[in-house]
Each structure stands twice: as structure tokens, then as C-alpha cells.
């Protein structure tokens, strides 16, 4: 099975020590679970004030390692703040950014407003994938300083169908077959994806319901590496390929073509 | 062999049909099947605080799953501590069947309170172990004001070194960091690995600092978060073993199923 992790991280992350956070580390992590390809960003951009300067140390890492085209750069970009065009217009031409991932909670902005609309209108025009993460971690074991709810998937479905030209990626989630996202089905333009890296396949079966409710070409794989184990999404892509899925779609296929 | 040493069966008492319910314990084994897990060692929760009269249909609940699914289940009995006598008769009811393997407690009380006292010396007594729902979360949980912490399991350990306690769920939400420190430091302690979090380096942390042949596979629900974080923890065949049933095992003083 071929897997592309569309959900994978480089560098620090603030409240805990995190392994296999280099290039080479990762590497590693990805051949011992069969992961191809990682789209990574900066996790120690996430904490940042000016979170540009993790998008500096993901491309200072990636220029000086061999990896074969294996980790394709994802940007953290806050549109709250400043000089965030000409930082995205950088992750983009110097760093080759294929996509942006939003963190709003700890960047004190909202989806609704309006710089962030205007983020999204610049992603469409550059033709980049915007991965936004329910969560970093669990809120119940957050760090005493810091307080990031959930992003909230129906306020995150009215961006998506606010810009039908911009491609999202929902990752890192649960309860999506509960949100807009599936109960709205009809309203929303064919413009996102939601990955496995939290829904389960068996019990609870939360990632069958995505999959019925969205079709396998709206579902891929995400393990969120190298915070969490890869294993327990290789585990669901494993017992979807049992039951018959389409794996090679889900695992890499459907990344793969929101690339190119 | 691999042994869920912490699940649960639906408690029929509430707004789901009694067919839905069983349908929801069914998707367990269907899990296990689907996962590898052989046995779950299941309670049935009734709400808290809960009482005599629906501890008892809780377990009845948790006997009659026993009964559909032999050898693939097995129980804990669940109890409210603060009905101390009837909470004893019940414990003595439920382990008189063969696979009611101990006892599960949940958060009425912290574990430290002396209410728990006559529950864990009568199971000291019967030789079983005591699973006890436990977290320790950087915000107080909503409707949990008495959820216990490993901490409070620390200390009834040095005061009953005898005792079997289970910490449950370490990777259930909170500071696992913390509750794998706290539970290190009481030698009796065992650990369940069960909860949705999968954070990279979890179960190396516990075997380095707990050890191996106190740590416990479980899922409590989360099948392949619990199957997945035990299959990538880079640790000894030997460890992966005894997590995966053989220190269970031991601790009910079973050789096998």
C-alpha cells in the first residue's frame, strides 16, 4: 500500500519534546510505517509570534537534507500578521510551498474575517492546498498557557464554501460527519478533503461514515507524524483495505491529484 | 494472545434500544476480529453517581455479555464505593463467575478517599485488581469534580502495597507525561495504555519509566489508536508480549485464557 501523509510536521513544538522532528528522523519514521511522501510544516511555527520564521527553519532543514523530493513544504502563514503576503509570496517562490496550514486559535484571528478570506482568495490564485488541523493536541492535557480551542468545523465550513476555488484539507478531526461538512453536503462546493489521521474504522466508525457520506475520493491518509505514533492511521488504512476500500485512492491516490 | 485490559460494554439503562446496544458491544468484537484483540475485559457503566440498584443492572449487563461472547469477554464489576455494603455483596456476587476478573471504579470518589477503604481491602482479599478510571487533565473536566489522578493512586499503593490497582488510561487525555511520573513512583502500580491520544514516544516513556511488566494493553474504545501506538512503540518483542497480555495475565495469576 503507498501512503502519502497529508499531515506531518518538522521542528519544536512547545509543550512537549518531540522525536523524529528532523528531516532525517522523520525519514526514518515514514520507512518503518511505508509512508512515501509527508507534507510537513513548521510545528514550532505554530507557537511563534511571528510564525514566517518557522517557514524559515522548514526550508533551512529541507534545503540541507537529502530527501528525495519525499517532503513536500507546506507554509504556516497568520494572516493577522504583518507582511504576510510578502512571507507567502517567499513560502512559495523560495521554498516551494505547495500549501498552507492554519492554526487561527493560536494566531488570534478568525475564520470569518476578513483577512483570512483574503488569504484564501491569494491560496486559490497560487494554487495551494489550505490544511487546517481541528487541533494540535488534546485540549485536556494543554499546556497551562495555552488555551487554543478547537477550530470549529461549521464556522471552518463556512470559509470553505465562501471560496470554491480554494482547495481545504479538514485534518486532524473528528466529528465532521456531524458538522456542515456532511449534514450540508448539498450546500458545499466538491472543494475539500478530510483525512483519517482521527476517525476511527472500526466501533465508533467515524472514518466508514466520511467515507459513505463523501466518497473515497474526498478521504486521505494523515497520521500527524511526528506528534503522534503513525502506526494507529496505517492500522485504519490496513482494516479499510480488509473491508475492501479503495486504499490506493485514500492512501496516496487522492493526495497525489490535490497536488497536481 | 492480546488482552484489552480495559473496555466496556453499552449500559442497556439509557436513550439507545436494547438492539442498538447490543449492536454497539457487537462492533467491539467485530473490532477485535478486524485488530487482533482476543479478549476485552469489560464493565458496564451505569450513571454516575450511580447506585445500588443501577450498579447491579450494570453488571448484570456486563454477566450477560460474558455470556454471548465466551472466552472473548471478560468483566470487571463496577461499583459506587459509597454504598459500601451493598457495594461489597455486589463485588462478591459478581467475581463468584470465573471471568469477572476484578473490579472497576469510576469517579465518585478520589481513590484516595477513605470510603474506597472496605472496597479495596475486600478485593485485597479476593486477590483482584482494581481498574479505576483516571486522568489528569490540565482543566477540571466537567461533571468529573472527583476524577482520581495517578497521584491519588500513588498513595493508597504505599498504604496497601498488597493491592492490585490498575491506573486506567494513560493515554485517556490529560498529562500522560505526568501520570506516567506519578505512577512510577508507587513500585505496586500497574498501567493501562488505553485512550485516543496516540502521542508519539507515549508507551517508551512508560516502559522507561514505569517498566515493561507493569504496563497493560487497552483501548477503552479506541481500537486502533490502542493497537496502533503498541505495534509503533520501539521497544523489545519480549515487552510487546507481556503488555499485550502476558503481565495481565500474571497479575489475575492466569497462564492462559
Redesign the interface.
Known amino acids: 500500500m503507498r501512503l502519502i501523509d497529508t499531515n506531518a510536521y518538522l521542528g519544536h513544538w512547545a509543550a512537549r519534546r518531540l522525536r523524529h522532528n528532523t528531516p532525517e528522523g522523520l525519514l526514518r519514521l515514514m520507512d518503518r510505517a511505508g509512508i512515501e511522501q509527508a507534507w510537513v510544516s513548521s510545528a514550532s511555527a505554530i507557537m511563534y509570534r511571528n510564525c514566517h520564521a518557522g517557514n524559515e527553519e522548514l526550508h533551512e532543514a529541507l534545503t540541507g537534507a537529502a530527501h528525495q523530493g519525499r517532503l513536500i513544504p507546506f507554509a504556516v502563514i497568520s494572516p493577522a500578521y504583518a507582511g504576510w503576503e510578502r512571507d507567502l509570496r517567499w513560502c512559495v517562490d523560495t521554498m516551494g510551498a505547495r500549501g498552507l496550514r492554519l492554526y487561527p486559535a493560536y494566531h488570534r484571528y478568525r475564520l470569518s474575517d476578513a483577512c483570512c478570506h483574503e488569504l484564501m482568495q491569494a491560496a486559490a490564485e497560487l494554487k495551494l492546498v489550505v490544511s487546517v488541523p481541528q487541533r494540535v493536541e488534546d485540549y485536556r492535557q494543554r499546556h497551562w498557557l495555552i488555551d487554543a480551542p478547537d477550530v470549529g468545523l461549521n464556522e471552518l465550513a463556512a470559509l470553505v464554501r465562501s471560496h470554491p476555488d480554494t482547495r481545504f484539507l479538514v485534518s486532524n478531526a473528528l466529528g465532521v460527519s456531524g458538522s456542515d461538512f456532511v449534514t450540508r453536503r448539498g450546500d458545499m462546493p466538491d472543494n475539500y478533503w478530510v483525512d483519517i489521521c482521527r476517525p476511527d474504522v472500526v466501533y465508533g466508525k467515524d472514518a466508514i461514515a466520511l467515507i459513505e457520506a463523501l466518497g473515497p475520493e474526498r478521504i486521505v491518509f494523515g497520521s500527524g507524524i511526528p506528534f503522534n505514533y503513525p502506526e494507529p492511521a496505517v492500522v485504519r488504512m490496513e482494516v479499510l483495505q480488509a473491508q475492501g476500500y479503495d486504499v490506493a485512492a485514500i492512501g496516496s491516490g487522492n493526495a497525489r491529484a490535490l497536488l497536481s | 494472545m492480546v488482552i484489552d485490559a480495559h473496555a466496556h460494554v453499552s449500559w442497556p439503562g439509557g436513550t439507545s434500544s436494547e438492539e442498538t446496544s447490543w449492536a454497539?458491544d457487537q462492533?467491539?468484537i467485530?473490532?477485535g476480529d478486524?485488530?487482533g484483540i482476543d479478549v476485552f475485559v469489560c464493565s458496564c457503566l451505569a450513571p454516575r453517581p450511580s447506585t445500588p440498584e443501577s450498579f447491579r443492572a450494570a453488571n448484570d449487563r456486563m454477566l450477560a455479555a460474558i455470556q454471548r461472547w465466551p472466552g472473548r469477554v471478560w468483566g470487571y464489576c463496577y461499583v459506587n464505593p459509597g454504598y459500601s455494603r451493598e457495594a461489597l455483596a455486589e463485588i462478591e456476587r459478581c467475581l463468584a463467575h470465573d471471568d469477572v476478573v476484578g473490579v472497576k471504579l469510576y469517579n465518585e470518589y478520589f481513590f484516595d478517599d477513605p470510603v474506597l477503604r472496605p472496597v479495596i481491602e475486600k478485593c485485597i482479599e479476593l486477590d483482584v485488581p482494581i481498574l479505576e478510571h483516571q486522568?489528569r487533565?490540565?482543566?477540571p473536566?466537567p461533571g468529573q469534580p472527583y476524577i482520581s489522578d495517578a497521584g491519588h493512586m500513588a498513595r493508597v499503593a504505599r498504604e496497601y502495597p498488597e493491592a492490585k490497582l490498575i491506573v486506567g488510561h494513560i493515554g485517556g487525555?490529560?498529562?500522560?507525561?505526568w501520570v506516567i511520573k506519578a505512577t512510577a513512583e508507587a513500585p505496586t502500580l500497574y498501567a493501562d495504555t488505553s485512550g485516543?491520544?496516540?502521542?508519539?514516544?507515549?508507551i517508551e516513556a512508560a516502559v522507561a519509566r514505569i517498566g515493561a511488566d507493569r504496563l497493560l494493553f487497552a483501548c477503552d474504545?479506541?481500537?486502533?489508536?490502542g493497537?496502533?501506538?503498541l505495534?509503533?512503540?520501539r521497544i523489545s518483542e519480549a515487552d510487546r508480549q507481556a503488555i499485550a497480555s502476558g503481565n495481565f495475565l500474571r497479575l489475575l495469576g492466569r497462564s492462559v485464557a
Open positions: 454497539l462492533a467491539q467485530d473490532a478486524a485488530l486522568g487533565c490540565t482543566d473536566l487525555g490529560g498529562d500522560w507525561e485516543s491520544v496516540v502521542d508519539e514516544g507515549l474504545g479506541s481500537h486502533s489508536a493497537v496502533g501506538k505495534r509503533g512503540a
